[in-house]
């Protein structure tokens, strides 16, 4: 009996990804796999169902995930197509339990086995399977250039027959995956480019870049390689050094989070009444709530001549391309448990175990577990 995927068509407001692809598709047919797709399930990343060779297609979700073995998503998926899923089977998706208490419980409760894409843990060997950076590059990218043809400048020095123009000024804050690639993608286009994080140690990839990373003498590293939260004093301490760099550029460019907090204000009131004429901050922490006090999550506001854009869900802006690394992401996690045609999942390997958030009737997260079932 072949294993059989059940791919869902996603349902959520600015959500045009799809968590499968043709490539894909073909890989996971050789291991043994059957593919069943929501019909339509890749239009809003630009794939038509006949781009998939050899999968059958089905409108009604909840009959398509009644008898499959893995059910894959980019979103979390409805409580009733959850309902509708065998006990036992798989699910392949990012959830966010503390915003999703109910379908925590509800997967708890239905014995489902799930995967969430933003527990997979950043260890080397995951590299392969980790879709927040795969997706977090793509929102880089995107942010640079949404920041770079929002303002009425040019980024490059250029010289022309009347003179030259200077090279405009990108600030980055918050160099994780996605600062980095706003940093790569603001070097590609010939901007004069500023780093600034609270983990000290991404001062050497900052300036491997070719940018300036802005030193203010605070460590905020935390557990595993993300960064904590800051105390008043260090706030303030930061603030002295930060303004004058944000009140010069021309771009700034946000990413900063804290894993299961709301994104910390890195840009306040007074900083952005001080900015240039015409200058344009970038928020890409706009789900979390936003890295900056004006920030309104998915709108662009005008606050005198400075305007502050927080787009959400920006990987989806690129859903092509997002969709076939994250496709290409779960495939890799796929692979770790599904040989000739069978399921066999080892819970001793480690990213396996630590990407779990629900198995057997039980929350296996740690901090999932407080958030959802209380301490
Ligand atoms: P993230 O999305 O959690 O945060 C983005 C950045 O914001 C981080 O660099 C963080 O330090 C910064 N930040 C938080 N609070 C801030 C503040 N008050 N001021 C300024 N900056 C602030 O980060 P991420 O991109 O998910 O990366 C988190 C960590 O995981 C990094 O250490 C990264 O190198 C690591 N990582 C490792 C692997 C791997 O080895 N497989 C893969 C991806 C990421």
Redesign the pocket.
């Known amino acids: 009996m072949p294993v059989k995927i059940a791919v869902l068509k996603e349902t959520r407001a600015n959500e045009r990804r799809v968590a499968m692809v043709p490539a894909v598709a073909d890989k996971l047919a050789k291991l043994g796999c059957e593919i069943h797709m929501q019909a339509g399930a890749g239009i809003a990343s630009r794939i038509p169902d006949e781009a998939f060779k050899k999968i059958t297609t089905a409108a009604n979700p909840q009959g398509l995930v009644s008898d499959a073995d893995i059910v894959v998503s980019v979103q979390p998926p409805a409580a009733d197509v959850v309902n509708a899923m065998k006990e036992g089977s798989i699910l392949l998706s990012f959830v966010y339990a503390h915003k999703e208490p109910e379908l925590t419980k509800l997967l708890r409760d239905k014995r489902i086995t799930t995967l969430a894409m933003e527990l997979v843990p950043?260890?080397?060997r995951?590299?392969a399977m980790?879709a927040?950076?795969s997706q977090?590059a793509l929102a880089g990218y995107y942010g640079a250039l949404l920041g770079a043809t929002s303002i009425a400048r040019m980024m490059p020095m250029t010289t022309f027959a009347t003179g030259s123009i200077r090279p405009g000024t990108i600030l980055v804050?918050?160099?994780?995956?996605?600062?980095l690639s706003a940093i790569a993608t603001a070097r590609r286009i010939g901007a004069k480019v500023e780093g600034?994080?609270?983990?000290p140690e991404?001062k050497e990839q900052v300036e491997s870049l070719g940018a300036k990373f802005i030193d203010t003498g605070v460590d905020?590293r935390g557990e595993g390689?993300?960064?904590r939260e800051?105390t008043q004093e260090e706030k303030d301490k930061i603030a002295a050094v930060v303004t004058k760099h944000i009140q010069a550029a021309d771009i700034i460019i946000t990413?900063?989070?804290?894993?299961g907090r709301p994104s910390?204000k890195?840009i306040s009131k007074a900083q952005v009444d001080g900015m240039k004429n015409g200058a344009v901050i970038i928020d890409l922490a706009a789900d979390g709530g936003g890295n900056c006090e004006y920030t309104q999550p998915g709108q662009s506001v005008q606050v005198g001549q400075v305007t502050i854009n927080a787009p959400l869900n920006v990987p989806s802006l690129l859903a092509e391309h997002a969709s076939e690394l994250y496709a290409k992401n779960q495939y890799n996690l796929i692979e770790l448990f599904v040989k000739d045609g069978a399921i066999n999942i080892d819970w001793t390997d480690e990213v396996l175990a630590k990407s779990a958030l629900t198995h057997g009737g039980e929350i296996k997260n740690e901090a999932a577990k407080k958030a959802v079932e209380g301490a």
């Open positions: 950043r260890i080397t995951a590299q980790d927040l950076s977090a804050m918050g160099v994780g995956v996605a600062g600034y994080d609270v983990r991404v905020a390689g993300y960064a800051l990413t900063a989070a804290i894993p910390p890195l």
